[in-house]
């Protein structure tokens, strides 16, 4: 029994359950005695919640025993930990928020309940979303599951490495220049950033709120339709989110890719791209022919500037987003401190980690008087420029292909002392965010040394059931995502 | 364009940041690492270029003025750091 179900994805599990060869609670306690058996090594989890997962369980039990089963009943889940859980513990990974507990759900944590989810618990993540490792989390590492001495990638590292050691069922995650798509890669899952405004971002903790969005990891395509499908939507909460109707995901799972055609970005497979990682991806584009797609070679000429767009507009909303940390409402308050400016100073400086930091100082000096519109002012037009070019290509294609990093995982320690390297990580993933299209990351490949390496889709703002036909289409006729890590 | 520790020591105070003599070298060394590197988008030519601020064309998300159910003082006072009579308490100001 505890092996049959691990390996399973939302919608086995949801059939299982359906059948009933399977209860909510069995399903939840495997989970649980599976996160206590090997989390201790792979640190996904900042907070476990036993006895809540299993009195949603319960509560799925009835209503399907009551045929009264809504999209996820039963469902276990884990959620990135900067996303509000009413009553349960979101830390964002720093000792700032370390014992903050939410008085509200995000809406997104509301429609996984109303949808029928148990949420096992809160997972790690850079601090503040602010990282491509996971090694910025207050609270430790999370460790890749593929290879222990390697990093889960960033932000939603344990977001990913939950999914990919079987620790839940699927997982949401946060994506603001490539926190899903890069971690989802890194430990050979599915990984989802919907275009922006497409999920409230209500109750997720805002890092830069022009690019933010919250998105599923998942271990296929099939269960990122459902994830997305029970996520989605206007939310009158976030004035950002965007008043348009949803589509039926799930529909777009049985379309076909014949006559699809593939842009593929020449500035993509240049200098600085890992061959092993070339090869995986271009192996991948080939299979795409033989099933009927056309690859077209296309131009993003303004890419090499996303990094340095990103850094200045991220950091400049940062730094005011990050303001509200004061010691005064709510966190972590320096109890020595005794006058009001010294308590702003010496709580943000113990409170906040050495990144956040360093993005907060880049932002406000990007933000500064007589440098504005050097650096923020400037940024904004380049991004206009970057989001022109994929207006421009997505005229004569309908869904862009790279990879996802320019290389597989790095080791644990390798970039973290060098800040300008660990960005430059993101160089594939941080346009998508910049014009505010949707993106997916899905396993094509292995490493000699066994480590995952991911495909990139990229598709105009609103067209995720093109990239979702694209990606099923892959997965249907492939089985790297069928692999699962030596644990 | 190169950042002097003084101008870092002038930032952590606008950011309301106190750091040691060691951070301020690191991040003097650190920041001026990647403002080189972002100077790469002197290269463009940006004049007739508007700068992008959002990605959607909303403008004015209205929605009717409805009293609704907020937190009780009890529970927005929950996660305060000190909190005494239904109210957050600060250090002395003045």
Known sequence: MMDSWQHLTIHEAQSLLHKKEISAVELTNGFLARIAALDGRLHCYLTVDAEGALAQAQEADKRLAAGAAGPLTGIPLAIKDLIATKGLRTTCASKYLENFIPPYDATVTQKLRQAGAVILGKVNMDEFAMGSSTENSAFGVTRNPWHMDYIPGGSSGGSAAAVAADLCLAALGSDTGGSIRQPASHCGVVGLKPTYGRVSRFGLVAYASSLDQIGPLTKDVTDSALLLQAIAGHDPQDSTSAPLPVPDYAAALHQDVTGLKIGVPREYFGQGLDPEVEQAVRAALSHYERLGAELLEVSLPHTEYAVAVYYLIATAEASSNLARYDGVKYGWRDPAAKELHDMYLATRSQGLGTEVRRRIMLGTYALSAGYYDAYYRKASQVRTLIRRDFDQVFQTCQVVATPVAPTAAFRLGEKIDDPLTMYLSDIFTISANLAGIPGISLPCGFTAQGLPIGLQLLAPPFAEPTLLTAAHAFQQTTSFHRRRPPL | ?94
Do not use: C, W
């Not at chain 2, 403008?59 to 009293?67: C, G, I, L, W």
């Open chain 2, 1 to 94: 364009m190169s950042l002097t520790p003084e101008v870092v020591t002038q930032i952590a105070q606008l950011a309301r940041l106190r750091l040691s003599a060691v951070e301020v070298e690191m991040f003097t060394r650190q920041l001026n690492d990647i403002l080189l590197y972002v100077a790469k988008l002197n290269e463009l030519d940006t004049t007739e270029v508007p700068p992008m601020t959002h990605v959607l064309d909303l403008t004015n998300a209205f929605r009717p003025d409805e009293v609704k159910a907020g937190l009780s003082p009890d529970e927005a006072l929950a996660n305060a750091p000190q909190q005494q009579r239904q109210a957050f308490v600060v250090p002395k100001i003045i």
